[in-house]
């Protein structure tokens, strides 16, 4: 469905008391009137790449809401995690899920979308898994370069939480309040465990072949983890930011279009 994109929408996310920075992309030639049911989606980033990069991080998100909605005709909520962008909040894996809840709570609040997908990139892609698996709300979810646990920054808890001072996703210097239950999320939360708990819903795993900071072997370790019951697509060539990849893209639209209420 080729369309055109309407007024997007900036709205704010109250995740637990946290205020989240988000928009919502709706497509212009919205069909249908009341009691018409709609698609939605949200939409996740991933981790700040580099110093200071938490300030910037999803800054293009809102582009990409845009081209799914006027493409897939579907409506498209984009939004920062607690920590980057201009939402409020600091870190921690168990604050991300929750703000991912929050974000699907808030797109089931619009009067005409009763059915939600993720789609998530990097650790957006793994935790946007970890969320479905134990919310059945989400009807499915579409995982891009995503690590299949967070072993590297649970071997070193310590030199991690220095690290995400350090790009900016950690602002106060008080948190974490409890810094062994902040470690402890970061060994727990196993994407790997949780994919198996997604179908028979629909799962769309992509993963490129030269992905320079996930291996593609993470990508197969899930797949493997849900006994297959998953569709894996391989992106020859492409590295870890599928985001800007249109390959990537393409097969994203093509993975809602094939999506049904």
Known sequence: MNGTVGDAVEREIDAGGVLLRANLARPANRAGGPGVVRH???LCHGFPPGPRGA?????????????????????????????TGESGGDFSVGGWMADMRAAVDDMLSLDDVDGVWLAGFSVGGSLALCVAGEDERVRGVASFAAPADFGDWASDPR???DH???IGVIHSKE????????????RETRPLTMIGKIP??????????????????????LADAADGAVELRVVS?????????????????????????
């Open 237 to 261: 060539g492409a590295g870890h930011r599928l985001r800007h990849d249109p390959r990537a893209v393409a097969v994203l639209l093509g993975w809602l279009d094939r999506q049904h209420l």
């Open 175 to 186: 948190f974490p309040a409890d810094f062994d239950t902040w470690a402890r999320e970061l």
């Open 200 to 221: 028979p819903r629909p799962v769309l795993l992509v993963h490129g072949t030269e992905d320079e900071t996930v291996p593609l072997m993470d990508a197969r370790a």
């Open 159 to 161: 030199r991690f939480v």
């Open 55 to 83: 300030a910037t991080t999803g800054l293009t998100y809102p582009q990409l809401a845009d081209r799914v909605a006027a493409d897939a005709g579907w409506d498209v909520l984009t939004f920062n995690f607690r920590g």
């Open 40 to 42: 939605g989606l949200v």
């Open 164 to 166: 995400a001072r350090a």
